[in-house]
DNA sequence: ACTGTACATCGAAGAACGTCGAACTTCGAA
DNA sequence: TTCGAAGTTCGACGTTCTTCGATGTACAGT
């Protein structure tokens, strides 16, 4: 296990990189989790996927240059990169309200915009 | 080819697929001709790849929900759908300035962030 | 030193993507 | 009605993605 994976330049970020990470449905639902600002660890991010395929999804968020690792003894903590929500912030933090939006939505049964017909 | 091809409904729209469609280059060049907000044709996309290529990329804009297409005669007329950006004004609206400066920026050689060193 | 936990990496299978040229459709013009 | 132009669709090819189970690696505890 590598003690400091690699992160991608600030520079390097490419914003077509950045849509296509977020052109993923479980990997929204990691961003959804990811936007309370804070650092979070595995369990937080409850996606149906084999934890092979969840490290898959956040090497993937990580290259692009949307989440910073952490490790701590065996441990990894994820959280979203300042800096890239620096540079990208209008986009990104609008995407962030977004899919935090349609996370609570989701877990609240309470049809809003297509009420659901008896 | 088809008088009306089909466009999604505004409520059909995902979030996912909208980042999907942005996250490659040549999609990302075609919006950028589009971030002025009106009528494009194609000759207008300056993009460097056969017209069956071409064609495909557009139908994935336009099945996300990003383009509205109109036909005239033989030529086809694409243009943002304002109800999609709209409703997605915050992310959208930032992206294509993002695009479209960048854009401007490969054009004229005129480095700023990152200065040539001699 | 051994064992277990946490996570990454590998290898494979199937689906999806980007690309092209060729064939097709639709329309306008001769 | 015949021809060409504009654009889409089709078929194919190679690449990349998503997913998984199996294997590998690093650390913590006993």
Same mark, same amino acid.
């Given at each position: 296990?590598?003690r400091?994976?690699?992160h991608?330049d ?7 990189r950045?849509?296509?990470?977020l052109g ?14 804070s ?5 937080? +991010?409850?996606v149906e996927v ?6 898959h999804?956040?090497?993937?968020l ?8 952490r +490790? ?15 540079r990208f ?11 935090a ?18």
């Amino acid at each position: 296990m590598p003690r400091q994976p690699d992160h991608p330049d600030l520079e390097d970020i490419q914003l077509a990189r950045l849509f296509s990470a977020l052109g993923d449905p479980a990997r929204l639902r990691i961003m959804a989790v990811l936007a309370d600002r804070s650092e979070h660890q595995r369990e937080d +991010f409850t996606v149906e996927v084999a934890p092979s395929t969840l490290s898959h999804h956040m090497k993937i968020l990580r290259e692009a240059g949307l989440t910073r690792h952490r +490790f701590e003894g065996t441990r990894c903590f994820v959280s979203l990169r300042t800096d890239t929500l620096e540079r990208f912030s209008a986009v990104l933090n609008s995407t962030l309200e977004l899919v935090a939006a349609d996370e609570e939505e989701a877990a609240a049964p309470r049809p809003h915009h297509r009420p659901a017909q008896s």
